[in-house]
Nanobody
Framework: QVELVESGGGAVQAGGSLRLSCTAV????????MAWFRQTPGKEREGVAA????????YYGDTVKGRFFISQDKAKNTIYLQMNTLKPEDTAMYYC????????????????????WGQGTQVTVSS
């Protein structure tokens, strides 16, 4: 099993940047994909960015393309989400996710593909 721990959230002005981190502890070799999701009250948890660990292939949601970037550091068992040009609508709780059986390509951004989740880190963007 995998335990995921997020960090890096906080409050920032519109146009600013933040970098989130997610460290995996446990049987990380069983995970083939890790991702970032976000959720606000009353809304569904949406996929923001995902990365297939073996091939280092990233996928992004339409609302963050060109602004957010996902990466990994295998030596540290960690993934990152660099968030640039932040907007108030980016305000949400951000969750790290992982699984060992994520389907190819677009499936990496589907909540139903993941069984391991972190506790979340809050991001608040003010105008």
């Amino acid at each position: 099993q995998v335990e995921l721990v997020e960090s890096g959230g906080g409050a920032v002005q519109a146009g600013g940047s933040l970098r989130l981190s997610c460290t995996a502890v446990g049987d990380i070799l069983r995970a083939n994909c890790m991702a970032w999701f976000r959720q606000t009250p009353g809304k569904e948890r949406e996929g923001v960015a995902a990365i297939y660990l073996g091939g280092n292939n990233p996928y992004y949601g339409d609302t963050v393309k060109g602004r957010f970037f996902i990466s990994q550091d295998k030596a540290k068992n960690t993934i990152y989400l660099q968030m640039n040009t932040l907007k108030p609508e980016d305000t949400a709780m951000y969750y790290c996710a992982a699984d060992s059986n994520v389907g190819g390509l677009w499936r990496a951004l589907l909540r139903s593909e993941y069984n391991y989740w972190g506790q979340g880190t809050q991001v608040t963007v003010s105008s």
